[in-house]
C-alpha cells in the first residue's frame, strides 16, 4: 500500500535503463507532450487539496479547494469535513496525520481516463488507482489559543487522490502542511503549482518531483518486479532521513498471536472492524490489514477511518442483515455498542512501541464482550482453518528480546504474508492457466476459441498432487479455506482480472497468427469485396491492439500495418484512397 521507503541519494539503486531519467528536468521527460494540458499533471496525482476548519458555530467546514476549479459534490465535500477531524476521546494535540477512504459521486469521469489506463497497467494490483473512491490524506494541526472562541486553533490539510500511495502521500504532506500553516494560502498555490510539473506517475521510472524547494525522487513499483522488492523506493535531494513504509509490526504488535487468523478473515473477505484510539492507529491498521493478502487485491470495501456521520453508516450498521464484507477502522466509544453484533472485532489500545513485549491474549468469544470498556484484543468465534504457525512468533518475539531494528522485523513479516498469500494462489494460478486453449487451435480466420470455464470441482482435484503443500509447511484443512474463498469477492476480483488478461493474450496471439499468414496468396482467392472487408476487419483490429494494448510481440503492429498496406495496393485506385484514409478509435 504505497509501500515507500526514504533513503539518502547514495542509496538509491537504479538500473541502467532507468537511470535515464534521473538526468531530465524537473518536468521529466514528457514536459514537452502537446496532449497535456494545464493542470492535467496535477489531475495525474491529486484531484485537490482542501483546508477543512472548525467554527464554533458551523461546526467543520471545507474553507478552501486548491485548484478553485477542482469539483467536489455537496456530498463529498460533507465526507471531507467529517472524516478530516479525529473523532476520539483521545486529545490529538499537536500535529497528526491519517488518511480515510470515501466513495466518489457517480457521473463523474476524469477527462485523464484513457490516458492514466496506459500507467495503471504496469502498476501492481495494490498500487492501482481507484475507481470508485477517493483517498484523503490528512495533516491534522490541533494547538491551543486562548484568542479563539473554543480555545483551541483546529485545521487540516487534506490531499485528495485516487492513488493509494499512503506513505508517499503522508511523505508530501510532512514538506507542505507546516509552511502551509505558517504562510498560508500563496504556498498552497505554490504547492499545486510545483505538483502540475510533476512527469504523470509512470511505475518503474524514476521520478523527478520539485516541491517547496526540495526535490524527491520517486520510483512507482511495476507489476513486473520480483514481488516481495516492490518498494515505492522515495528520496529527497537534501534529507536522508528515513520514512519506512507501512510499519507492519506496529499495527499487528496489540494483536501479535492473531497474524494468521486475520490473515484468513482478510482473505475471506470477513466483515472486520479496528476499534482503535486515534485515527492514526485505526487506519495504519486497516491499511495493514488490507495489504497482508498482497500481492492479491482486497476487493471489497475497506475504511481506514470510519465516522458516524458517514454516508453509508446506515447501511454499513443496519441489524437487519448480515454485516457487509468490509473492514472499517473506528475510533468513536459509541460503535462498540453500534458494531458489537459484526462477528469479528479487533480492538487496539495505544500502540506501543514494537520493542516491548506483548502478552498472548486469547481470542475471546463476542459474548463476553462488554460494550463499552472491553481490554484490547481480537473477539470473534471465528476458528481457522490452518493450523497455527509457531515459528513466526518466535521468530518476531526474539526480534523483540534481541531489539532487531523495525525495518528488519516488517520485512520478516511482510514475507511470512507474502509467501502464504503464494503458496495459496499458485494452485490457483496453475489452474485457471490450464484453462487457456492451445495455441495450435488458433486459427488466423477464425474467431479466438473461448477460455474454458472454471470448475470448482476439477480444481479441488488439483489440489492433491499440486496444492499449497508443495510451497508452505503449514497444515490444516486448506480444501476447506479453498471452498470458502472461491465464495468471496476476493476470489470474483482476482478470477475477472485474470479472465480479462487471459482473454487479451488469446486476441494477441490471433494477432500474431495473422501475421505470420500471406495475404496475398488469400487476396487473390476472394472477390474485391471481400478484400475489402478483410482490410476494414484488420484495420479495426489494429486499433483495439492499440487502445488495449495487447501483449504483443515487439514489431508486430507494424508487421500488421505492412500487411495492410499491401492488400491495400493491390486493390483499384478508387479503393485505395478511400481505404488509406485512417481509422477511426
Not at 499495527?251 to 472492524?273: K, S, T
Amino acid at each position: 500500500f504505497g509501500q515507500i521507503s526514504m533513503v539518502g541519494d547514495e542509496d538509491v539503486s537504479i538500473s541502467p535503463a532507468e537511470e535515464i531519467t534521473l538526468t531530465v528536468g524537473p518536468g521529466g521527460e514528457e514536459d514537452t507532450d502537446p496532449l497535456l494540458l494545464p493542470w492535467d499533471r496535477f489531475s495525474a496525482w491529486l484531484h485537490c487539496i482542501c483546508v477543512v476548519g472548525f467554527d464554533l458555530e458551523l461546526g467543520q467546514a471545507v474553507e478552501v479547494i486548491y485548484p478553485h476549479h477542482s469539483k467536489l459534490s455537496e456530498k463529498e465535500k460533507t465526507s471531507i469535513c467529517y472524516l478530516s477531524f479525529p473523532d476520539s476521546n483521545s486529545g490529538c494535540l499537536g500535529d497528526t496525520q491519517f488518511c480515510f477512504r470515501f466513495r466518489q459521486a457517480s457521473g463523474r469521469k476524469s477527462s485523464l481516463g484513457c490516458f492514466l489506463d496506459q500507467f495503471d497497467r504496469d502498476a501492481p494490483v495494490c498500487l492501482k488507482r481507484d475507481q470508485g473512491h477517493y483517498y484523503g490524506y490528512v495533516y491534522f494541526r490541533q494547538v491551543r489559543d486562548k484568542s479563539l472562541k473554543r480555545g483551541y486553533f483546529q485545521k487540516s490539510l487534506v490531499l485528495i487522490s485516487k492513488l493509494p500511495y499512503v506513505t508517499f502521500f503522508h511523505s508530501l504532506l510532512k514538506l507542505v502542511a507546516p509552511e502551509y500553516f505558517e504562510k498560508q494560502e500563496p504556498c498552497l498555490e505554490a504547492a499545486c503549482n510545483d505538483i502540475d510539473r510533476w512527469p504523470t506517475p509512470h511505475p518503474g521510472k524514476i521520478l523527478v518531483l520539485p516541491i517547496m524547494g526540495t526535490v524527491m525522487k520517486v520510483r512507482i513499483p511495476t507489476c513486473y518486479d520480483k514481488p516481495g522488492t516492490s518498494q515505492l523506493v522515495q528520496s529527497t535531494q537534501w534529507r536522508a532521513d528515513t520514512v519506512p513504509s507501512l510499519p507492519l509490526c506496529r499495527c499487528f504488535h496489540p494483536v501479535f498471536f492473531h497474524i494468521q487468523m486475520l490473515w484468513e478473515l482478510v482473505l475471506l473477505g470477513e466483515a472486520l472492524v479496528v476499534m482503535a484510539p486515534s485515527p492514526a492507529e485505526s487506519s495504519d491498521t486497516v491499511l495493514a490489514l488490507v495489504s497482508c493478502i498482497s500481492p492479491l487485491r482486497y476487493c471489497s470495501d475497506f475504511r481506514p477511518y470510519f465516522t458516524i456521520h458517514d454516508n453509508e453508516f446506515k447501511e454499513y450498521t443496519t441489524r437487519t442483515q448480515a454485516p457487509p464484507s468490509v473492514i472499517l477502522g473506528v475510533t468513536n466509544p459509541f460503535f462498540a455498542k453500534t458494531l458489537q453484533h459484526w462477528p469479528h472485532i479487533i480492538r487496539i489500545g495505544d500502540m506501543k512501541q514494537a520493542g516491548e513485549t506483548v502478552k498472548q491474549m486469547k481470542v475471546k468469544k463476542l459474548k463476553n464482550l462488554k460494550t463499552l470498556d472491553s481490554k484490547p484484543g481480537v473477539y470473534s468465534a471465528y476458528k481457522p482453518f490452518l493450523n497455527k504457525d509457531e515459528d513466526i512468533i518466535k521468530q518476531l518475539q526474539k526480534g523483540v528480546q534481541q531489539k532487531r531494528p523495525s525495518a528488519a522485523q516488517n520485512a520478516i513479516l511482510r514475507r511470512y504474508f507474502l509467501e502464504l498469500t503464494q503458496s495459496f494462489i499458485i494452485p490457483l494460478e496453475r489452474y485457471v492457466a490450464s484453462l487457456m486453449p492451445l495455441q495450435k487451435n488458433i486459427s488466423p480466420w477464425k474467431s479466438p476459441p473461448q477460455l474454458r470455464p472454471f470448475l470448482q470441482e476439477d480444481f479441488m482435484k488439483t489440489l492433491e498432487k499440486a496444492g499449497p503443500q508443495l510451497t508452505s509447511p503449514l497444515k490444516g484443512d486448506w480444501m476447506g479455506l479453498y471452498r470458502q474463498f472461491l465464495r468471496c469477492p476476493n476470489f470474483d476480483g482476482w478470477f475477472r482480472n485474470r479472465r480479462r488478461e487471459m482473454m487479451k493474450k488469446l486476441e494477441a496471439l490471433h494477432l500474431e497468427a495473422v501475421c505470420e499468414e500471406d495475404l496475398q496468396v488469400r487476396v487473390q482467392q476472394h472477390t474485391e469485396v471481400e478484400t475489402v472487408d478483410l482490410v476494414l476487419k484488420l484495420k479495426d483490429k489494429l486499433t483495439q491492439a492499440e487502445r488495449e494494448q495487447l501483449p504483443l510481440r515487439p514489431g508486430t503492429l507494424t508487421k500488421l500495418q505492412a500487411h495492410i498496406d499491401s492488400v491495400i495496393l493491390s486493390l483499384p485506385d478508387d479503393l485505395q484512397g478511400i481505404l488509406h484514409k485512417p481509422s477511426t478509435p
